[in-house]
């Protein structure tokens, strides 16, 4: 069985740091593309960052850039986000996702692209 299972969410003040974890069960990550998308309480998910079946290319939202950065551990069948300098703003549901490709160095936040889908860890930035 194809599993993602998310992990390192939790409570954090303002300014605070997390790490999540992103593990694969059942496939090799080694040939997906993997992305973090988020959903907040009254809105709709949206995509933080990816990062390329080479780990070669990544991409990140506006809102976290700077901030957030993704990588991946092909050994350990894991991917992170490192996630600093957090903002309330960050709270919400994190989602991991993978979506099998040829391209080495691409990866895109469309959100229908994604074949599976972990989930979800929360994240809760407050004071």
């Known amino acids: 069985q194809l599993q993602l299972v998310e992990s390192g969410g939790g409570l954090v003040q303002p300014g605070g740091s997390l790490r999540l974890s992103c593990a694969a069960s059942g496939f090799t990550l080694n040939y997906y593309a993997i992305g973090w998308f988020r959903q907040a309480p009254g809105k709709e998910r949206e995509g933080v960052s990816c990062i390329s079946r080479s780990g070669g290319s990544t991409n990140y939202a506006d809102s976290v850039k700077g901030r957030f950065t993704i990588s991946r551990d092909n050994a350990k069948n894991t991917v992170y986000l490192q996630m600093n300098n957090l903002k309330p703003e960050d709270t919400a549901v994190y989602y991991c996702?993978?979506?099998?490709?040829?391209?080495?160095?691409?990866?895109?936040?469309?959100?229908?692209?994604?074949?599976?889908w972990g989930q979800g860890t929360q994240v809760t930035v407050s004071s």
């Open positions: 996702a993978a979506y099998w490709t040829t391209v080495q160095n691409m990866c895109v936040f469309r959100n229908k692209r994604y074949d599976y």
